[in-house]
């Protein structure tokens, strides 16, 4: 037995062996502080793999999510492709259209139906607000909106619930926009926003006819010649649609509360989303469901 000890960080030898001494066990045992170098090598090691996977790991994840947000704009734009691909009348009557003229100059045309921005509609309602709601029906609410010009407007948003609001869209805008009569309510515009169907109408002040028939107050200032004139306007409206404009137009939900008053109570007649077309030469068509009025 025998004792050997080795000091400093090189290992020098400072005491002799016997020529035999190769022969026998040797137990080291190192000093804490001796070793304290390796494990701080370790754990140095050890977070240098921590920080990288975690960095792989943020990377990765930011990646996932960048991914992720674009799947959420496709499949928006995939959702509104639909209303987009019916409108080729759409875009004919609400983007501009570039035509060239003989001198080769660019010139913008007339829209007949403009199209209004999301935000404008939003100030001009007060966000929607339940005080400017002036009607409500099986497609969405009617709201009563002022422009910056001071215009009024009635803003008709359609409700997103709906199965038939994007018909009805198609329909009214294919329709009224290129409809002009006196007893006709005009159509000013419209917006298509990240799902919004909104039509932009001129506004009426004494609103719709049923709101005077079937209250006790109102019903007594309707005397017999603004009754007669009401009756008037509605049939000379109807002649227009039947047999005097471009196209054929049944309306298919005539009613009180489809006819609205101006501050003349000169009616005029309005929501043409149930209407359809019929070709000069058609008295008769049949429908697949029961509809309108």
Not at 60 to 82: H, S, Y
Request: glycine letters at 8%; proline letters at 2%; aromatic letters at 8%.
């Amino acid at each position: 037995m025998g004792c050997v000890i080795w000091t400093g960080e090189e290992l020098l030898d400072i005491q002799t062996f016997y020529l035999n001494a190769t022969q026998r066990l040797l137990y080291i045992k190192m000093s804490p502080d001796f070793s304290s170098g390796g494990e701080k090598r370790d754990r140095t090691g050890k977070i240098l793999g921590w920080s990288i996977g975690a960095t792989v790991t943020l990377l990765l994840t930011v990646i996932l999510f960048c991914f992720w947000k674009r799947r959420q704009k496709q499949a928006k734009a995939d959702a509104a492709t639909p209303i987009v691909s019916q409108v080729g009348l759409i875009c004919e009557m609400v983007l501009p259209t570039k035509k060239r003229n003989l001198s080769g100059e660019d010139q913008i045309e007339e829209l007949e139906l403009p199209l209004m921005e999301f935000e404008a509609v939003v100030t001009a309602t007060d966000q929607f607000s339940d005080s400017n709601k002036v009607g409500k029906g099986g497609f969405g609410v009617v709201y009563k909106g002022r422009l910056v010009d001071g215009k009024e407007i009635a803003v008709k948003r359609l409700s997103e619930m709906s199965t038939q609001g994007t018909n009805e869209f198609m329909t009214e805008v294919r329709l009224v926009a290129k409809l002009q009569h006196i007893n006709l309510v005009k159509l000013l515009g419209c917006c298509v926003y990240n799902g919004e169907k909104i039509l932009i109408y001129e506004y009426l002040e004494n609103g719709s006819l049923d709101c005077h028939l079937f209250d006790k107050t109102r019903s007594c200032l309707l005397n017999w010649q603004t009754r007669f004139d009401i009756i008037n306007g509605i049939a000379r409206g109807l002649l227009y649609l039947h047999q005097d404009s471009r196209f054929r137009i049944i309306h298919r939900d005539l009613k009180a509360s489809n006819v609205l008053l101006d501050k003349d109570m000169t009616p005029k007649i309005s929501d043409f989303g149930m209407a359809r077309i019929f070709g000069r030469d058609e008295t008769e068509a049949n429908t697949r469901k029961v509809v309108g009025t």
